[in-house]
């Protein structure tokens, strides 16, 4: 069982739908949360983080974490065709980072 | 301008011959880190640094070898490289902070090809 998995793409939605990422995590001990938005070629780059259960929001998107269940799932609101790209998500613990293999998302216009 | 600088960029070597791929960041960051991307298996850490003269391995550390002697720079060497280190290695580093909730900023990347 990988330390961090994610819902398996690629994943396609409509422009103006929500897209929504899901990804559960194995230790316990995990105590920071983050998703990452990768484009192809580049370096990731840094969308949400959050460390307490419950809900985060930051414009159309929304992190949302549940220790309890090891689950930590990301809401993209009105999807846009920049949104195209594959989401990555990490879980930290002290200085060790894990990442899931990441979901690969396509808005279509 | 706030940045993580990876060099070389794009680099082909064949099996043996040492290496080293550099990091350096200007953000006075105490972390610092190595993460290799391979298609269908993710980022994977190979090592990180807390801080000055502190390493630890990550998940994958077989193969490398790192060294934290001053804050900015962190680079990875691989003594002996072999066909299967051929990958797209990243270097990022944050602030340690508080329960270390700081998000990674990342180099550009290295794109290694060892025939």
């Known amino acids: 069982q990988k330390e961090v998995e994610q819902n398996s793409g690629p994943l396609s939605v409509p422009e103006g739908a929500i897209a929504s990422l899901n990804c559960t995590y194995s230790?316990?001990?995990?105590?920071?949360f983050f998703w990452y938005r990768q484009y192809s070629g580049k370096s990731p780059e840094l969308i949400m983080f959050?460390?307490?259960?419950g809900d985060k929001e930051d414009g159309r998107f929304t992190a949302q974490l549940n220790k309890a269940s090891q689950y930590v799932s990301l809401l993209i609101r009105d999807s846009q065709p920049s949104d195209s790209a594959t989401y990555l998500c990490?879980?930290?613990?002290?200085?060790?980072?894990?990442f899931g293999d990441g979901t690969t998302l396509t808005v279509k216009p | 301008e706030a940045q993580v600088t990876q060099n070389p960029r794009y680099l082909i070597t064949v099996t043996g011959k040492k290496l080293t791929v550099t990091c350096s960041q200007n953000?006075?960051?105490?972390?610092m880190s190595w993460y290799r991307q391979d298609p269908g298996l993710g980022l994977r850490q190979i090592y990180y640094?807390?801080?000055?003269?502190?390493?630890d391995k990550g998940d994958v550390p077989e193969g490398y070898k790192v060294s934290r002697k001053e804050k900015r720079n962190f680079p990875l060497i691989l003594e002996s490289p072999s066909p299967n280190q051929t990958s797209l290695y990243f270097c990022?580093?944050?602030?340690?902070?508080?329960?270390?909730?700081?998000?990674?900023?990342f180099g550009e990347g290295s794109r290694l090809t060892v025939l």
């Open positions: 990022a580093s944050t602030h340690r902070g508080t329960g270390m909730t700081g998000e990674l900023f």
């Open positions: 230790d316990r001990g995990s105590q920071s």
């Open positions: 959050i460390y307490s259960n």
């Open positions: 990490a879980v930290r613990r002290a200085g060790k980072s894990t």
């Open positions: 953000m006075n960051h105490e972390y």
């Open positions: 640094s807390m801080n000055v003269e502190v390493t």
